[in-house]
């Protein structure tokens, strides 16, 4: 699966144009970087912290309109609705225990999160929040402990390096990234479709082979 992810990211970068001239950054998972983007540790950018331990129960007997975020990645990490909330204004969370650690979510509104999410609020508006968000769950991966329940903790979080091109430059990869991830993902959509499409297909088959609806008998010459 890496050799695959190798021999796209070299296919890429065949098909579109490079910058000028790259630097060592200085950071593992990072490699080379433009000449003239910077590299900023998550603790200078954001103001971190953590959910509360918000159980079933408690979503049960206090239900409302505010989503509770949790570990989980299936339907954007919502465990359920409250009728209060501990967060407003734009975030990012992310998962810092179980399978799914690491995993970064971009988050607006009025919000909970429970104990197993950390909490990221941008400090001022000199970056772009969006940009900060793709690429720290790009990072992340590199950061989590793997053992009999993978984590990624606040202070490991605080510590990630990532790059940081000026503004306009994250505005304009933000721009690109949504209008190439639509066509992909309507791509996608449309495979998806086709093999599901199969797969009935071959039930209707087999169903139709084995309750006589089809006549395999061999015909006389």
């Not at 900023?40 to 331990?53: N, T």
């Not at 919000?111 to 968000?133: A, E, P, S």
């Not at 329940?149 to 690109?176: F, T």
């Not at 093999?195 to 006549?215: F, Q």
């Given at each position: 699966?890496?050799?695959?992810?190798?021999?796209?990211?070299?296919?890429?970068?065949?098909?579109?144009?490079?910058?000028?001239?790259?630097?060592?950054?200085?950071?593992?998972?990072?490699?080379?970087?433009?000449?003239?983007?910077?590299?900023?540790?998550?603790?200078?950018?954001?103001?971190?912290?953590?959910?509360?331990?918000?159980?079933?129960?408690?979503?049960?007997?206090?239900?409302?309109?505010?989503?509770?975020?949790?570990?989980?990645?299936?339907?954007?990490?919502?465990?359920?609705?409250?009728?209060?909330?501990?967060?407003?204004?734009?975030?990012?969370?992310?998962?810092?225990?179980?399978?799914?650690?690491?995993?970064?979510?971009?988050?607006?509104?009025?919000?909970?999160?429970?104990?197993?999410?950390?909490?990221?609020?941008?400090?001022?508006?000199?970056?772009?929040?969006?940009?900060?968000?793709?690429?720290?769950?790009?990072?992340?991966?590199?950061?989590?402990?793997?053992?009999?329940?993978?984590?990624?903790?606040?202070?490991?979080?605080?510590?990630?390096?990532?790059?940081?091109?000026?503004?306009?430059?994250?505005?304009?990869?933000?721009?690109?990234?949504?209008?190439?991830?639509?066509?992909?993902?309507?791509?996608?959509?449309?495979?998806?479709?086709?093999?599901?499409l199969l797969k009935e297909y071959r039930i209707a088959l087999i169903s139709a082979a084995v309750t006589g609806k089809i006549d395999l008998r061999e015909k006389?010459?």
């Amino acid at each position: 699966m890496k050799d695959e992810g190798e021999r796209m990211k070299k296919s890429i970068a065949k098909k579109y144009k490079p910058y000028p001239a790259y630097v060592d950054s200085g950071v593992e998972w990072l490699g080379e970087i433009p000449e003239g983007w910077t590299i900023r540790s998550v603790w200078s950018l954001f103001d971190i912290g953590r959910g509360r331990v918000l159980s079933s129960e408690t979503i049960f007997q206090n239900q409302g309109e505010f989503p509770v975020y949790s570990s989980q990645t299936e339907n954007q990490g919502i465990l359920g609705y409250v009728d209060t909330y501990d967060f407003e204004g734009e975030y990012l969370t992310w998962t810092t225990d179980g399978a799914n650690a690491g995993t970064v979510f971009i988050r607006s509104g009025k919000f909970n999160c429970t104990n197993v999410c950390g909490t990221l609020r941008l400090r001022n508006t000199d970056n772009n929040f969006r940009f900060l968000g793709i690429v720290l769950n790009i990072a992340t991966s590199w950061f989590v402990r793997h053992d009999i329940n993978p984590k990624l903790m606040n202070n490991v979080m605080a510590g990630i390096r990532i790059p940081i091109p000026e503004k306009k430059g994250q505005l304009r990869i933000v721009e690109y990234l949504d209008r190439e991830t639509t066509k992909l993902d309507a791509l996608v959509a449309k495979v998806e479709r086709a093999v599901d499409l199969l797969k009935e297909y071959r039930i209707a088959l087999i169903s139709a082979a084995v309750t006589g609806k089809i006549d395999l008998r061999e015909k006389s010459a």
